[in-house]
């Protein structure tokens, strides 16, 4: 009997946690939806962009010489954000990881870009205010059979005197 009864208590600790919604999923919809809309405002060439990157969060760029914080970064690309459009970046996949705390989220995508394919990862920071992008990375996707043309192609590049 008490075997019986342990068995229908664990059935039922697992069909109700079953049931509970899954904070996590909900989380990494809201992140979803947030990275969605800070590409979409580049793609508009909104300044809300910037508005989403922490004051002292960190973009890396495709080019070696591309690393700044959120001022910097801004100054940069200026340019492109006098523009209609600055670029457009849509993600063909996205994952989506959350500390225990449900402070940090990080995440890895695929994107679809005027460059081609590219991926990219950030770190996101949960406020009270919502979420900053800490830390966003971004890399253009070079498939490995044709590696060694692209690097060869950079080598030369970066060989030349005014590369330097």
């Not at 989220?105 to 919502?130: H, N, P, Y």
């Not at 830390?135 to 970066?158: C, M, R, T």
């Amino acid at each position: 009997m008490k075997n019986f009864l342990l068995a229908c208590c664990l059935c039922l600790a697992s069909v109700s946690g079953a049931a509970q919604p899954d904070s996590d999923a909900a989380l990494k919809k809201q992140v979803n939806a947030f990275v969605d809309e800070w590409h979409d405002d580049a793609a508009s060439a909104r300044q809300a962009y910037f508005d989403k990157i922490a004051p002292h969060g960190i973009y890396i760029g495709t080019d070696k010489s591309e690393l700044w914080n959120r001022e910097q970064f801004k100054a940069w690309s200026k340019r492109f954000f006098d523009r209609k459009s600055a670029w457009t970046f849509k993600a063909t996949k996205r994952n989506v990881y959350v500390s225990a705390d449900k402070k940090f989220i990080w995440f890895d995508e695929l994107l679809d870009t005027q460059m081609g394919v590219c991926q990219a990862s950030g770190v996101i920071r949960k406020t009270d205010k919502g979420f900053e992008i800490e830390h966003y990375q971004l890399s253009i996707a070079v498939p490995n059979e044709v590696a060694d043309q692209v690097s060869k192609v950079i080598k030369d590049f970066d060989a030349k005197p005014a590369a330097k």
